[in-house]
């Protein structure tokens, strides 16, 4: 485990390769940079990883209540880390994945050299090239984290985003941003359309990534 200062806080991480590219993703590149009506708004972040979103939230939105899932221990021990030593409140964190069915489920967790974020539903990571073996993790369902709705719904779930999209009723979010990984079979049409019914309109932006192309991200506002 190593440490890096970035602006305000410190950040515990494992993979130094994916710990800056993260890094340029999110607090140079802005990726999840978005403006809300509200100054305290509440945030569900699904598939926290090792909390560098949450941490961006916080410094946007300093009274925001964020809600936080991550089911890989690994990335997780460094979410709470994350959170704690850097002092932040107003935050929930679920060890668990999101899923269309509360229960157990099957991810891909990459061996030790992989890329942590990269663990999901499909075998050898969205581009095919990671070495992962299988683990039983526990899934809450979204609808459970939506009960009191959200101002901002962030999704990066690593493949299993077609099912869960499909699974829930998106009228109490007010605004939503997607990960979209390519997969056999499933296309991003279905969770636009979705989406649209929902009330959103929609916006795509390619992944810039020097790590591979195909990746979309999704936002949806009202």
Request: aromatic share 8%; glycine share 8%.
């Amino acid at each position: 485990m190593q440490s890096s200062r970035v602006g305000d806080y410190t950040i515990w991480y494992e993979n130094t390769e994916e710990f800056y590219e993260l890094k340029k993703e999110i607090f140079v590149e802005h990726r999840y940079y978005i403006e809300l009506d509200n100054i305290a708004p509440r945030i569900v972040d699904l598939g926290a990883h090792i909390g560098m979103s949450v941490l961006y939230w916080k410094k946007l939105y300093p009274e925001a209540s964020i809600v936080a899932c991550e089911p890989v221990t690994e990335n997780f021990d460094l979410l709470e880390k994350n959170v704690l030593e850097n002092g932040l409140t107003g935050i929930e964190l679920h060890k668990k994945a999101v899923a269309p069915k509360a229960g157990e489920i099957e991810l891909q967790i990459p061996n030790t050299s992989g890329w942590m974020s990269g663990a999901g539903i499909i075998s050898r990571g969205w581009r095919g090239v990671q070495d992962t073996s299988p683990r039983r993790v526990e899934a809450v369902t979204i609808a459970e984290l939506l009960r009191s709705g959200a101002d901002l719904v962030k999704m990066d779930i690593e493949g299993m985003e077609y099912e869960v999209v499909e699974s829930v009723d998106w009228s109490r979010v007010g605004t939503v941003m997607i990960e979209v990984h390519p997969r056999a079979g499933k296309r991003i049409e279905t969770i636009e359309k979705k989406l649209k019914l929902a009330g959103f309109a929609t916006e795509r932006r390619e992944d810039k990534s020097r790590y591979g192309s195909g990746l979309i991200m999704l936002y949806g506002r009202r």
